[in-house]
């Protein structure tokens, strides 16, 4: 079991930045596979950003590339997902997601994929 708790949600301007934290607690932090999904009210569960277990690979939706980045420490057990240049677009609420990767190299992008989820931390985005 792995509990995953998020924070640094907010309110921005447009042009501005918001660093996401997903705080890991339970298992080996280092075996998980790790991502963060959007998602709106009444819209399915976007895909942001994959990492793999070592962090070493990484993974972006193109209407992300670029201006987002996703890290990851696995002696602080934290995930974090660095956000700039929002956009209004980006207003949702946001979720990190683990799991379980055998494989040092893989990551993950569809929501069916991960095994344990966050509460999810709310980005509001203001033109």
């Known amino acids: 079991q792995v509990h995953l708790v998020e924070s640094g949600g907010g309110l921005v301007q447009a042009g501005g930045s918001l660093r996401l934290s997903c705080a890991a607690s339970?298992?080996?932090?280092?075996?998980?596979?790790m991502g963060w999904f959007r998602q709106a009210p009444g819209k399915e569960r976007e895909f942001v950003a994959a990492i793999n277990r070592g962090g070493s690979a990484t993974y972006y939706a193109d209407s992300v590339k670029g201006r987002f980045t996703i890290s990851r420490d696995n002696v602080k057990n934290t995930l974090s997902l660095q956000m700039n240049s929002l956009k209004p677009e980006d207003t949702t609420v946001y979720y990190c997601?683990?799991?379980?990767?055998?494989?040092?190299?893989?990551?993950?992008?569809?929501?069916?994929?991960?095994?344990?989820w966050g509460q999810g931390t709310q980005v509001t985005v203001s033109s």
């Open positions: 997601a683990a799991r379980a990767a055998y494989y040092s190299g893989s990551y993950y992008t569809r929501p069916s994929d991960y095994e344990y």
């Open positions: 339970g298992r080996t932090f280092s075996g998980y596979a």
